[in-house]
């Protein structure tokens, strides 16, 4: 067995994080104060949850509170030294405009804020993180288009892809409204990254591999309903960003013992391990390897295999996944 020292120490990425995952609960309640915006609960019940929806409703109150660039650049500039503290040398780090309401129509400002904190994490010498920008699942297939007109024409190196996340069960079928959107984004050079398999089943993930494309998908875990999509992950080689401290806390399954980790691993399906919304659901990337080898046995091979993987897997440039060893 590893300890947790030993977790720490192995090379890895995170591949499936949101910026918006990151706030720490007590800054929200100094922040709500000051600015007289009421709390969505009680202090002491900030961060219970009551499944994806409640949670998704929660980012869009707490995102409303940051309104200076200075915030936003400590947030990305934070994600980064908690990364670093978990070991990791890289991550893809999503980002969904949507939740962010006060600074609506400024993505190209709320963009450099970001970068100037992952820029600042960079030079102290912590892990290099890209950017994920993200479509509200609901949103149309013309906002996707303005989105992808908007990143293409600003070509900003930290932008490594277009992603989708949200609630897959609000909108039945939305992979054929972004289809267009992302084959346009991908010939622009964009990877793409995709929600599915957690709100939806698995005809959610089969959408996003044969009309979106995805070159990964964000957890991907209830492909297992079906065992042909399960076997299109496995030979196309698209990789899983498995949560799950998540997938419990937001009530994909009740308990690990229902969670399909080890039977898509077993399937051949390439497998990562990831924090969702660190800060929110209160873990840690070295915890949820913990919980791998814990409450799934995964043997020191296996925390090895899916440390490897979550490189492999990430956008991060040639040239740099060479130096993440
Ligand atoms: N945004 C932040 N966390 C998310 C999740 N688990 N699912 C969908 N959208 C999200
Ligand atoms: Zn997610």
Redesign the pocket.
């Known amino acids: 067995r590893l300890c947790r020292a030993q977790m720490v120490s192995l090379p890895k990425a995170e591949v499936h994080v ?1 910026l ?2 990151c706030f720490d609960p007590e800054q929200l309640a100094v922040w709500a104060l000051s600015s007289g915006i009421p709390m969505p609960r009680k202090q002491d019940e900030l961060l219970n949850f009551n499944g ?1 929806a409640d ?2 409703a929660f ?1 869009d109150w707490s995102c409303g509170l940051v309104s200076s660039r200075e915030r936003l650049a400590q947030l990305s500039y934070s994600y980064a030294q908690r990364l670093s503290q978990n070991g990791g040398l890289y991550a893809d780090l999503i980002f ?1 405009p949507t939740h962010w309401k006060t600074w609506r129509g400024r993505l190209g400002e709320m963009i450099d804020a970001i970068d100037a904190g992952l820029r600042a994490a960079e030079e102290d010498g912590l892990a290099s993180v890209g950017l994920c920008v993200s479509l509200l699942r609901q949103q149309t297939a013309a906002e996707a288009s303005e989105l992808v007109d908007f990143l293409t024409a600003l070509r900003h190196p930290r932008v490594v892809a277009l992603s989708i ?3 897959e069960a609000v909108t039945k079928g939305s992979g054929t409204r972004f289809a267009q959107a992302f084959a346009r984004a991908g010939r622009a050079g964009l990877k793409r990254t995709v ?1 599915a398999g ?1 709100s939806s089943g698995a005809e959610g993930v089969r959408d996003a591999i044969l009309l979106l494309g995805a070159d990964r998908i964000d957890h991907g875990v209830r492909a297992i309903d079906d065992p042909a999509v399960v076997a299109l992950l496995a030979e196309r080689r698209i990789p899983i960003g498995v ?1 799950l401290t ?1 997938n419990i806390k ?1 009530g994909v399954y009740p308990r690990y013992a229902e969670h399909p980790l080890r039977r898509l691993r077993d399937a051949g399906v390439i497998t990562t391990i990831n924090t ?2 660190p800060v929110l659901l209160q873990t840690t990337l070295v915890d949820e390897y913990l919980i791998c080898q814990n409450e799934f046995e995964f043997s020191p091979h296996d925390i090895v295999d899916v440390a490897l993987n979550s490189l492999a897997a990430s956008f991060a440039s040639d040239e740099a996944k060479m130096t993440y060893r």
Do not use: M, R, Y
């Open positions: 949101h918006e995952g994806l949670f998704l980012l969904n996340d949200g609630n929600h957690e949560c998540s937001l969702d919304d």
